[in-house]
């Protein structure tokens, strides 16, 4: 069977050379990045555990609300032996089930349900923003991709446009209308372009590696993204106030505090009597149940002194609620800071939006213009490369201005924990 090996393995590289030119033929939308990472990403797997914990642990908890019977059953052979006697046989049997129930324990019980359902609403919290987080790396490395494809075909064209120019002022150099200095600096203005061509397959290749690693791919053929840098106009009459209290952060402070409140209540539960009720019933005999018996109970406990632990318990229960009474004010503050500085962003980048466009649809006009009176002569080689260089700028800068616009529209829909469903 060793001569089949060689070809198995040749057949599998073809195959997975296939699936790579087909995964690089078809560009990846954001739906399919988001999907994947959805499924990859490792710390939203954490999340989902810790958010599974927790919901486990407030169904332990919410046991205290039931009774807890145990049952208990036992056999003991033996041989016995008494003073002057001889050996015999013993044999024991022994049935046992014993309930019981806790009828008042201070109010503690009430507030440990309380206090993790306060947990877990936290950890849902938790969840949240985490996944919010998550999108929003996904968001921006998508369009740090998004610009690098499109940069590097507008540096080709840039690349294109400097031949073109270098070509015309060479012509004009040879017909001896041109200083050879025009020439050289045409031909450096070249070099310059086409470096930055490599310049941006290298970011691009950077990019698609930094994309990849979010969905947890380490092997992947080239691909492509399909979308486009954009960003949708910034919503108006908001209201910081009420998107800080809607956000997960809040949230999750709101529900530490309320897990500190009742663990206050928990803690100082212990100064009160504690009232169970227990029930048993038990059976034994030699070879078979024959002796039967039954009792029913109700057991009260006080802690009378402590040593000064129970109050210096209470004490340090009442500082965590202060404590997080004053991290709830502090995370409003923050959320309030971070908004407003995400939006004005987003409301800025917008805005340079149409500054940009206006800018590149004057430079474009100009430049078409320049380039023809430079070809009749009408323009200055100097003027005429100022208005050239001012193009490629401009063009640059719209690219820019796009991916600025793009990102600070996700900024401001994680400053805010939103995330896709």
Partial sequence: MFPFKPRCFFVA????????????????TWQDCFDRTVKNNVDLSI???????????????QSVYYPEVTAKAGRSVGETKPDGGSWSDKDDLSVSLNASYALFSGFGDRARVTRTEAELYAEKANFDQTRSNIEYNLRKAFSDQLYTQELLELVKSIAGRRADSARLVEMRYEGGREPKGSLMLKQAQLTEARYSVGEAERALELTRRQLAGLMKELQF???????????DE????????????????????????????????VTRSARFPQVSATASLTGSGETDIKNESWQTGIAVSLPLFTGGRLSQDIIIAGLKREQ?????????????????????TYRDRYAALSVQKAQLEAAETRATVARAQYEQGLVSFQDWDTIENTLIT??????????????????WQNAMG????
């Fill in 13 to 28: 590289a073809v195959l997975l050379l296939l699936a790579g030119l087909l995964y690089a033929g078809e560009p990846l």
């Fill in 47 to 61: 999340a989902r555990l810790k958010l599974k914990e927790a919901e486990a642990a407030l169904k332990s908890q």
């Fill in 221 to 231: 053929a080239p691909y492509l993204l399909k979308g486009e840098l954009r960003a």
């Fill in 234 to 265: 910034p919503p108006t009459g908001v209201s910081l106030d009420e998107l800080a209290r809607q956000t997960p952060s809040y949230h999750s402070a709101e529900a530490s505090l309320k897990a500190a409140e009742q663990g206050f209540i």
């Fill in 324 to 344: 997080a009474k004053l991290n709830t004010e502090k995370t409003m503050l923050d959320l309030m800071n971070n908004l407003q500085a995400a939006f004005n």
């Fill in 394 to 411: 401009s063009q640059r800068s719209w690219l820019s201005s796009r991916k600025a616009a793009d990102q600070a529209q996700s900024a």
């Fill in 418 to 421: 939103i995330s896709s469903p």
